[in-house]
């Protein structure tokens, strides 16, 4: 069982950045690959990024390659998202996921566990 709680969100111009933080608890989650997504109003839920557990690989969608960067650091039990030159767009609810297994995994169907999300609002 892995339980797991977002911070990190808040409001920011356009251009600027936040780091998202998701505290793990559990044993499991060293070994669990980790992924991020987001949900804005109206749309439905989407891929963001995902990395496995050894950090080994990563996977982005294109709408944040070369912006966003996750990470994880399983002594501390705890994935970020660095995210750099925000956008409008990118306004939605962040929500980290995590589940066993060794690959790389994008869909939100193939995740066990979710955190409770954190709003991200980028201004123009």
């Known amino acids: 069982q892995v339980q797991l709680v977002e911070s990190g969100g808040g409001l920011v111009q356009a251009g600027g950045s936040l780091r998202l933080s998701c505290a793990a608890s559990?044993?499991?989650?060293?070994?669990?690959?980790m992924g991020w997504f987001r949900q804005a109003p109206g749309k439905e839920r989407e891929f963001i990024a995902a990395i496995t557990w050894t950090s080994g690989s990563t996977n982005y969608a294109d709408s944040v390659k070369g912006r966003f960067t996750i990470s994880r650091d399983n002594a501390k039990n705890t994935g970020y998202l660095q995210m750099n030159s925000l956008k409008p767009e990118d306004t939605a609810v962040y929500y980290c996921?995590?589940?066993?297994?060794?690959?790389?995994?994008?869909?939100?169907?193939?995740?066990?566990?979710w955190g409770q999300g954190t709003q991200v609002t980028v201004s123009s």
């Open positions: 996921a995590a589940r066993p297994g060794i690959r790389i995994y994008i869909t939100s169907s193939e995740y066990t566990y």
């Open positions: 559990g044993r499991t989650f060293g070994t669990s690959a």
